[in-house]
Nanobody
Framework: QAQLVASGGGLVQTGGSLRLACAAS????????AGWFRQAPGKEREFVAA????????YYADSVKGRFTISRDDAENTVYLQMKALKPEDTAVYYC?????????????????WGQGIQVTVSS
């Protein structure tokens, strides 16, 4: 059973960059897909990006397309989220997640395991 540990959050100025990492501390990712989600204060959690683990296909929310890149390192059992050109509206708690089984829509799918949230704050 994978335990996901996220790291890399912090405070950055508008236009800056951060890279989040999510490692499977127990076992392997061994999943169909991994994803990143975020929840801003007073808002519902929203999909950010996902990657099919074997195929490497990636999916992004419109709000982050062209600025964020999701990737994975199978040998390191880690999924990454490279964030560039950050905006204050990207401020949120970010969560990584894993989905074991196939899904037709990774943006709407249920994810089995979740990492702890990690704060990303973008100052204006």
């Amino acid at each position: 059973q994978a335990q996901l540990v996220a790291s890399g959050g912090g405070l950055v100025q508008t236009g800056g960059s951060l890279r989040l990492a999510c490692a499977a501390s127990v076992g392997t990712f061994g999943c169909y897909a991994a994803g990143w989600f975020r929840q801003a204060p007073g808002k519902e959690r929203e999909f950010v990006a996902a990657i099919k683990w074997m195929a490497g296909s990636t999916y992004y929310a419109d709000s982050v397309k062209g600025r964020f890149t999701i990737s994975r390192d199978d040998a390191e059992n880690t999924v990454y989220l490279q964030m560039k050109a950050l905006k204050p509206e990207d401020t949120a708690v970010y969560y990584c997640a894993r989905r074991a089984a196939w899904a037709s829509d990774l943006m709407q799918a249920y994810y089995d395991y979740w990492g702890q949230g990690i704060q990303v704050t973008v100052s204006s």
